[in-house]
């Protein structure tokens, strides 16, 4: 029996003060991040995909970014907080706007260890906690297509597991854009393949920031990738 688990990033945010939120309250989506997740929406409908159940993460872009596929196949927004940002000792400072600022003696003591990594969740964290959840959908949603919205991080982190690459990393490389799809096929409870697409690929141009991780709880210094 196929099930499949498509686990969506959610869509631009409005963040002027270019602050690395991740699990603080009260970031939504701009029109452009909207835009997106129905966009996301439409392709599904249109493309033949029948969904049967929709999870998202209790942040507010997530649960924003899940509504209209919820919508579309007339169904509720499920919370699971599984599906929630990394923390990240980083959080409320404006790092994305000045990210020299990170080289900083001040913050060099939370560098000590990248492979865990020392300034945010536990990579073996994030795993556990997103396999369980996309585990708890293949019982609960077993024989269909299940809409999962996350952030970045946990989805590039379950991904790269499930794929064997090393949990460490570039946060510039991840591919992870916004409201991204990384779709997981399952035969029963066996995993027989990973897929990425972009439903909202013509909108990510018009993203006011796409450097990879820069709003999701990574951390890199360089420059602007497009």
């Not at 686990?7 to 997106?36: C, D, K, S």
């Not at 970014?65 to 919370?79: N, Q």
């Not at 969740?121 to 906690?129: A, H, I, K, N, W």
Request: charged share 20%; hydrophobic share 40%; with cysteine.
């Amino acid at each position: 029996m196929q099930t499949v688990i498509h686990l969506m990033r959610h869509g631009e945010v409005e963040n002027p003060e270019a602050i690395l939120y991740g699990r603080m309250p009260g970031f939504g989506l701009t029109e452009l991040g909207r835009q997106m997740a129905s966009e996301v929406a439409s392709v599904l409908v249109d493309s033949g995909h029948e969904i049967a159940g929709v999870v998202a993460s209790p942040l507010l872009r997530a649960q924003q970014t899940a509504l209209p596929t919820a919508r579309a196949f007339d169904l509720p927004i499920l919370s699971d907080q599984r599906l929630v940002e990394a923390w990240n000792t980083f959080e409320g400072e404006a790092v994305n706007r000045n990210r020299l600022m990170l080289v900083h003696p001040k913050y060099w003591k939370r560098y000590v260890n990248p492979f865990k990594p020392s300034w945010s969740e536990p990579y073996s964290d994030l795993v556990s906690r997103m396999s369980a959840a996309v585990s708890d959908a293949l019982g609960q949603f077993e024989g269909g297509e299940v809409l999962m919205v996350s952030h970045q991080l946990p989805i590039w982190t379950l991904r790269s597991f499930v794929e064997g690459r090393p949990l460490w990393h570039d946060p510039r490389k991840r591919e992870c854009s916004l409201a991204s799809l990384t779709s997981l096929q399952f035969e029963n409870a066996t995993l027989k393949s990973v897929t990425y697409w972009e439903p909202a690929g013509k909108l990510l141009e018009r993203a006011a920031d796409m450097v990879p991780g820069s709003s999701d709880a990574g951390i890199a210094i360089g420059k602007r990738q497009n």
